[in-house]
C-alpha cells in the first residue's frame, strides 16, 4: 500500500492565517469603497467566525482587535469625502459593535467547545482504559477457564458438576474412563444412576444432609461401571455459586480406593492371621517351655544324685561326663526360662505411668553386688518425663541393657555406664553407652533376633536372648531400638518411647 504525503502542521498554520488576512483585506477594500449608509464593516464577523478554525487559542481576540483597527481605517479613508450628517459614525460604531460580539461568542464557542473536547478526551481515555482491563480480564478469564478445564479433564479424580435436581450437566474424561461411558451417556442423566444400587440409599441421605448444610467429605459409597463392576470410593461435595452469590450447581469428586480397599483387606486377613499365629506360637512356647521344665527337673536331680551318691565309683570319663550333663541341664533350665519369659512379655499387663529415674534407682540397688564385683560405675542424666507403659517390661529392658555392658567389658577395664535422654517432638529417646568390646558393623543387625549369639559360651555365658526381649519390649512400646558400635570403642544403644 503506498504511503500517502500528509502536509506540515506549521504549513497549514500558515495557510488558515493568509486565508483570514486575505478576507480581511478584501472587506477592508470593499469597505472603504461603498457608501456610508451601510455599515460594510459589521462583515468582518465573517473573519471572526472563520477565526474558529485556526489553531492559538485567544486567536479570536487578535482578529477582532485587527477588525477594529481595519474599520476604524475606512472610516478614517472615508470621512474626508462625506458630506456632513452622514452615518458613518453610527455604522463604525455598529459594525465594532457586530465584530466583538462575533468575538465574545466565537471565543466562549470556542472554549466551551475545548472543555467539551478535554471532556471527551477524558472519557475516550477512560472507555479506553475501561476496555483496556476488560479485554485483560477476559484474557486473564480466558486462561484461567483453559487452565480450570484442563485441570479439570485431567484430573485423577472422577468429577461431575450437578444441578439441583441431582442431574450431571458436566463431567471430566477420568469420570466417563473410569466408568467405561462415553459423556454424552452420562450427561443429563441422575448421579444415583452412576452408583451401585447397595450405595443409592447412602448417597439419597448424603444428599439429604446436604442440602440441609451439612459438609459431606470422605463418604465411602461404590460406583457402577457399564459391565457391571463395582468400584470403591470415597465422595466429596461442594457447592458452585453464581455472581449473585445463589447455588448454581454441586460438585461432586469422587476418588478411587479400590486398590486401598484391596490393600486394607489383605492386611486385615494378614493381621488376623499374625494375631492367630502368634497366640499359637504363645501357647506353645509357655506348654512347651512348662512341660520342658518338669523333665529338666528329674535329669537335673538324678544327675546331682550320682554325682553326690556314686562320684567315688565313676572313673574320669564318667565324672567329665556327669558334669557335662549337669552344666547342659542347667544351661537348658535357663534358656526354658528364657523362653517362657520372653513369651510372657505384655501379657496380661497394664500400661501405667514410669517414672525412669526409680528405675534406675531401683536396678542399681538390686544390682548393688555385681558392680561392687566389677568395679562398674554408672551415671545417668535422664529427664523427669513420664510416659505410660509397662511398667515390668521397660525394668527388665534397662536391666538387660545395663547387664550387657556387664557382661562384655574389657579385659582389665573398669566398667563404665552413661545413661542419658532427651525430649524429641512426641518422643523421648534415650541412650545407655558403655566403654565395653564393641560391636562390628556386620553383627549389628543380628543382635536384637532371638538367639543370635556373637560369641561362644566360654568367653561369655547367656542364652543369646537378651536383647531379643529388649526389641519385643520396644515393639510393644511401639518405639524403635538400634545400636552404634564399632569393636574395641564401646557401644550406645538407643531406644525411643513415645510420650
Request: proline fraction near 2%.
Amino acid at each position: 500500500m503506498p504511503i500517502q504525503k500528509t502536509t506540515p502542521p506549521y504549513l497549514k498554520n500558515i495557510i488558515l492565517f493568509t486565508i483570514a488576512l486575505v478576507i480581511a483585506a478584501v472587506i477592508y477594500i470593499v469597505d472603504i469603497n461603498v457608501p456610508s449608509s451601510i455599515a460594510i464593516g459589521s462583515i468582518y464577523s465573517l473573519v471572526i467566525l472563520y477565526s474558529w478554525i485556526l489553531p492559538t487559542k485567544h486567536i479570536s481576540i487578535h482578529i477582532g482587535a485587527l477588525c477594529t483597527v481595519l474599520i476604524i481605517l475606512g472610516m478614517t479613508e472615508k470621512s474626508t469625502s462625506l458630506p456632513q450628517g452622514s452615518l458613518e459614525g453610527f455604522n463604525t460604531f455598529i459594525s465594532i459593535i457586530v465584530v466583538w460580539v462575533s468575538v465574545t461568542l466565537v471565543s466562549a464557542a470556542k472554549s466551551g467547545y475545548a472543555g467539551l473536547e478535554k471532556v471527551l478526551s477524558q472519557l475516550e481515555n477512560k472507555v479506553y482504559d475501561r476496555t483496556k482491563a476488560l479485554l485483560k480480564s477476559q484474557k486473564e478469564l480466558e486462561i484461567s477457564e483453559r487452565i480450570y478445564s484442563s485441570l479439570y479433564e485431567n484430573s485423577n479424580e472422577m468429577l461431575a458438576s450437578v444441578n439441583m435436581d441431582n442431574e450431571v450437566m458436566r463431567c471430566n474424561e477420568t469420570l466417563a474412563n473410569k466408568l467405561g461411558y462415553t459423556k454424552d451417556e452420562i450427561l443429563g442423566r441422575s448421579v444415583q444412576f452412576l452408583h451401585q444400587e447397595e450405595s443409592i440409599f447412602n448417597l439419597t441421605n448424603t444428599l439429604k444432609s446436604f442440602n440441609e448444610g451439612e459438609n459431606i467429605k470422605n463418604v465411602e459409597l461404590q460406583l457402577k461401571t457399564k459391565l457391571g463392576e463395582v468400584i470403591d470410593v470415597i465422595l466429596n461435595i461442594s457447592l458452585s455459586k453464581d455472581y449473585g452469590g445463589n447455588i448454581a450447581l454441586k460438585q461432586f469428586s469422587w476418588t478411587d480406593i479400590s486398590e486401598l480397599k484391596r490393600i486394607e483387606n489383605e492386611r486385615i486377613a494378614y493381621a488376623e492371621t499374625l494375631e492367630t499365629k502368634n497366640k499359637e506360637l504363645e501357647q506353645f512356647a509357655f506348654i512347651a517351655s512348662h512341660d520342658l521344665q518338669e523333665p529338666l527337673r528329674t535329669v537335673t536331680s538324678f544327675s546331682e544324685l550320682l554325682a553326690k551318691e556314686y562320684s567315688a565309683q565313676f572313673d574320669e570319663t564318667g565324672k567329665d561326663s556327669l558334669n557335662f550333663i549337669l552344666q547342659a541341664t542347667g544351661r537348658m533350665q535357663n534358656l526354658v526360662k528364657a523362653l517362657l519369659d520372653y513369651s510372657r512379655i505384655g501379657k496380661d499387663a497394664e500400661m501405667q505411668e514410669i517414672n525412669f529415674l526409680d528405675i534406675i534407682e531401683e536396678l542399681k540397688k538390686d544390682l548393688s553386688l555385681k558392680i561392687s564385683e566389677t568395679n562398674t560405675h554408672i551415671e545417668y542424666d535422664v529427664m523427669d518425663v513420664r510416659v505410660m507403659g509397662f511398667k515390668n517390661e521397660l525394668r527388665q529392658l534397662f536391666l538387660n541393657l545395663i547387664l550387657n555392658a556387664i557382661k562384655f567389658r574389657k579385659k582389665g577395664v573398669h566398667p563404665i555406664i552413661k545413661i542419658r535422654s532427651q525430649k524429641k517432638e512426641k518422643q523421648i529417646q534415650f541412650c545407655i553407652e558403655d566403654n565395653g568390646i564393641g560391636i562390628a558393623n556386620d553383627h549389628q543387625d543380628k543382635i536384637f533376633k532371638i538367639f543370635k549369639r556373637l560369641h561362644s559360651r566360654k568367653d561369655y555365658e547367656g542364652t543369646g536372648i537378651g536383647l531379643a526381649h529388649c526389641q519385643k519390649i520396644i515393639d510393644l512400646h511401639r518405639g524403635k531400638i538400634w545400636v552404634e558400635s564399632s569393636l574395641g570403642k564401646g557401644s550406645k544403644f538407643f531406644f525411643t518411647l513415645k510420650t
